[in-house]
């Protein structure tokens, strides 16, 4: 690619024929994620379009037929998925049916009990029937002495019958027939995922999604915490334990920005008077219990009660850890109707057992599942892989003695840096949804080319206006209101919140264009530029020690770096008409 734009007399109209193929390529994924389709068919597109490019490859005969074979042998990798299998717009979904052993005359016998939901081959939910009186007429399945206290049963008996109920993460629908069997007026229930939904719809023995007193959102629970007005009696969590990152540029996981003091504070103003909030966790660690005891305590102004459910069958839910909050008057009443119980009180207990002595998980440092600001272990190892995959690529491709362009090299890991901390603020301005993740990737190429018309059409000087412009943008970024921005209407949201994500992509797109139209060798130019943003994704896991402010800056540092190089090497570096 690098060596054709080389060639081309006209550069920059080069490079954005190369990114109007990015924009169709999202259209193309956008049309792919609505119509659910499975992954032969992206590889099937795929393999067609390299195989196209083979037309213009300089390789001899052979070779080019090799290359045309391989391409179009790509969808054989997804033949033969299991079934039933659907694509989601965020990941795999596959359904099995959930057996349970029973004793029959001595011998051991499986009867099903409801569905399993697989996702990326992990069990993940179960569609469950949750009637009284099929419950009753299966003890076998159903033992009648832990029915009360089983998972999706004992939140009700401890908080009582609860009008108005919010569900966030109401994927298999559980939560929301275990809220309508306890007598809920009305529930309303948030998935973030409409292929789950399709899917309890269509299989759920007990039709939650299809009841009268049910309304369905397809939205993120953050989304939905603003955009509501509430009040409600009871606000539940469900076990909202994501397997999906919401875009290649975050390290964040669907799930993160839920799990902050920010979000809880706003999920606290849907609160009635009497108002708590129900929390299952599956907790793989006691300081993960512990972050979200104080994480409750400190924003409801109580600490929460706490208890465990666990049943002998998996046909009643898999349990977990059961936390219970609220404001302090709302929690004696629920803390006295649990004591005065013998079969309650037997199963709450003092959450002071867990340490509470981590960090508090915000929206600047929004990692649930780290103990403390840190990198990882593994990331460590992916990140030295990455580069040494960066180094070795640096030593093959480019002959011996050809110099790496540093300032090229600088920008591409700034503009790395940059989508992630975009991508990242744009998740709480506007939701982790893929819709929005696909808005945002096609506004920032967008950017790049009303960058390249400018460029295209006036003589710029990369350490002038430009630069200017990316350090202000920049810095408003780092300090953008996003709680501020985040409460205005959407119109308002997208022009101003908007502006602060834009303005910095155009500016460092602009300076971007100028200089590599200007450079000699902009093969060697676009080489460096990806090896940047190679290095700058590795860079970003700097988040997860610092926070995405901290990291903020680091891109600026790497941005004004880069014009330091611009302006020794180059200085007023001019675009060729």
Sequence with gaps: LGAWMDDHPRPIAAYT??????????????????????????????????????????????????????AVALPLWAWGVQTPTLW??????????????????????????????????????????????????NPRLYPPNEIRTSHYM????????????????????????AALVNGAGHVDAV???????????????????????????????RAHFRNDEGPYDLIWFGLLDSHTNPSAYSNVRLDHFVYTRESFEEMKALHGPSGVVVLFIAPEADWISGRMVRLMTETLGAPPLAAKSQASTECMGWGGLLLIGGPPEAMSAVRARAEAD???????????????????????????????????????????????????????????????????????????????????????????????????????????????????????SVTGWPAWGLVASVLALAFMPTGGLAALPLGLRVILGGGFLALPVFFSGLIFVTAWAATERKDLAFGSNLLGSLVGGVASMLSMAIGFSALMFLTLLVYLAALVVLARERGRTRVPA
Aim: net charge neutral; proline share 7%; glycine share 8%.
């Design 191 to 221: 998935e973030i995922d409409p292929a789950i939904v399709a899917v309890v719809r269509a299989r759920h023995p007990n039709q939650p999604y299809s009841s009268d007193r049910v309304t369905v959102s397809i939205d993120d629970a």
């Design 342 to 460: 013998p079969e309650l009180r037997s199963k709450i207990f003092d959450p002071s057992v867990y340490p509470t002595n981590v960090a508090m998980t915000t929206d600047d440092w929004p990692y649930l599942y780290l103990p403390g600001p840190r990198i990882p272990r593994y990331h460590l190892l992916v990140g030295l892989a990455c580069l040494a995959l960066g180094l070795a690529l640096r030593r093959a491709l480019f002959r011996k003695g050809e110099p790496m362009n540093m300032a090229m090299l600088l920008l591409g890991m700034g503009f790395m840096l940059l989508e992630v901390v975009g991508v990242s603020r744009a998740a709480l301005l506007f939701g982790t949804t893929w819709t929005v993740n696909a808005y945002i990737v096609g506004a920032i190429f967008a950017m790049i080319l009303l960058a390249n018309l400018v460029a295209s059409r006036t003589n710029v």
């Design 88 to 137: 989601s717009p965020y990941q795999k979904l596959t359904l099995l049916p959930l057996m349970q052993p029973v004793p029959d005359g001595g011998e051991q016998t499986w009867e099903q009990c409801g569905e399993i939901l697989e996702v990326n081959n992990v069990g993940y939910m179960s569609m469950l029937n949750l009637d009284r009186g099929h419950m009753a007429a």
């Design 154 to 177: 004992l939140p009700h008996a401890i908080v009582g019958p609860r009008e108005r109920v919010l569900i966030v993460g109401a994927g298999a629908g559980n939560d929301v027939a």
């Design 17 to 70: 024929a190369n990114i109007l193929g990015s924009l169709f390529g999202i259209a193309l994924f956008v049309g792919a994620t609505v119509t659910l389709t499975p992954p032969v068919i992206w590889l099937a597109a795929a393999g067609v379009g390299l195989a196209v490019c083979a037309i213009w490859a300089e390789d001899g005969r052979v070779a080019r037929a090799t290359a045309v074979g391989l």
